[in-house]
């Protein structure tokens, strides 16, 4: 499956951004979607995760409470709807595709080009 992540850009804080993972080439609904993302000089890390179904979710610390992972299978397509951003969130966001558990980080195996999200006044 190819993926391709977009909807980045610069917000000021306090904002909100929606990205959007799309993907084709394979079945898509039957991997689960993780975002992930990298800062400037930090490894990559997780952020949200969503089974094949949509029906599990989960967050890493920093994303709970501002941000929700949600799928359209018949789209192809997984969103990250990221609100109250802060600078911090400032990276590059990926998306990736598994077909093991969605919590099983080393199993992401599919992963698109990513889209950079700025947040700055």
């Known amino acids: 499956v190819q993926l391709q992540a977009s909807g980045g850009g610069l917000v000021q804080p306090g904002g909100s951004l929606r990205l959007s993972c799309t993907g084709s080439?394979?079945?898509?609904?039957?991997?689960?979607i993780g975002w992930f993302r990298q800062a400037p000089g930090k490894e990559r890390e997780v952020v949200a995760v969503?089974?094949?179904?949509?029906?599990?979710?989960d967050y890493a610390d920093a994303a709970k409470l501002r941000f929700t992972i949600t799928r359209d299978n018949a789209k192809n397509t997984v969103y990250l709807q990221m609100n109250k951003l802060k600078p911090e969130d400032t990276a590059v966001y990926y998306c990736?595709?598994?077909?093991?558990?969605?919590?099983?980080?080393?199993?992401?195996?599919?992963w698109g080009p990513g889209t950079l999200v700025t947040v700055s006044s």
């Open positions: 080439g394979g079945t898509f609904s039957s991997y689960g």
């Open positions: 990736a595709a598994t077909s093991f558990s969605i919590n099983y980080i080393q199993g992401y195996n599919y």
């Open positions: 969503i089974s094949w179904s949509g029906g599990t979710t």
